[in-house]
């Protein structure tokens, strides 16, 4: 970040991390740098606030799409539920206000063997697919962390690596060929977003 904000030092930056790296005293660093960050984090965070922590670990879920924010420092911490409760970090969003932070998205029903069900059932009743109010900075999340997954996917589908090999060159110019496919069918065929990134944190 420090390298991109040298050579565009006008430009605003914006960055989103999964939950491996996002920490509260990280989110201050990147703020102190003028950078505002957005991400999923982990409950063994020592610096997440215990009533976020607690939500995961006593498992208890909240109401359907409800949102629970703290304060910490300059930082807002969140726990969002959807199908499962994801707690978040971000200095670049709110989710106070109850129209400018919160985006309409079709959302698709859990399944009926799903362990979450009973807490969408309310919500969705015998409709499998729903407009449903999400907050703003899970939208934008899910659409900057969908463009690296996306690629990661096709890479692994169209990938023409070989198992095993004993040339140092040949990875490289399979990984240049993975790179060209992937690219040709994000071109022909742009991504849509069709999961929450929170299923699975």
Known sequence: MERL???????K???FLDNLF???DLAHILLQMGVGVMGTTRKSHSSIPDELADIKTLNTAM???TTLSVQTGWVLCFAWQDNNTCLAITTAYSTHRPVEDLVVVDKWRPKTTSTNYHIAKSVFGDEKRKAIPIPTAIYDY???MNATDNSNQLRKNLTTHQR???RVWRPLGYWLFDVAATNGVRTLAPSTITEDACQSS
């Not at 904000?5 to 430009?11: K, M, T």
């Open 164 to 166: 095993f090999e004993s």
């Open 22 to 24: 996002l920490t509260v």
């Open 63 to 65: 109401v359907y799409g």
């Open 13 to 15: 930056w914006v960055l």
């Open 5 to 11: 904000i040298a050579r565009l030092p006008h430009q």
């Open 142 to 144: 899910n659409y900057g």
